[in-house]
């Protein structure tokens, strides 16, 4: 993935072309400073995951994770999923 000038990508964000001046794009946050990484994003959903349903069996919990990785647009292997219920299940991680 290409990385995109900040003065570029923020002048988009604003819906117009003209670069930010330098003391405008010193203020501007990266983009990849505030997304979260999937690996983030995938422990918060064991987390929560945990929270919810870690009392079920391993494919209740499996089944759950999927959903929410699914609706979360990350994509794991099933045997990765699998993993993370009975790691869920047995309460180790």
Not at 46 to 53: E, K
């Amino acid at each position: 993935m290409e990385h995109e000038n900040t003065d570029d990508r923020a002048a988009e964000m604003r819906g117009d072309k003209r670069p930010l001046d330098p003391e405008q794009a010193q203020d501007t946050p990266m983009l990849a400073q505030n997304e979260a990484s999937e690996v983030d994003k995938v422990a918060g959903i064991v987390v929560q995951t945990r929270s919810d349903v870690g009392d079920k069996s391993i494919d209740e919990i499996a089944h759950v994770l999927r959903q929410r990785l699914n609706d979360s647009s990350i994509e794991l292997p099933d045997s990765e999923v699998q993993e993370l219920a009975k790691q869920i299940a047995t309460g180790t991680s």
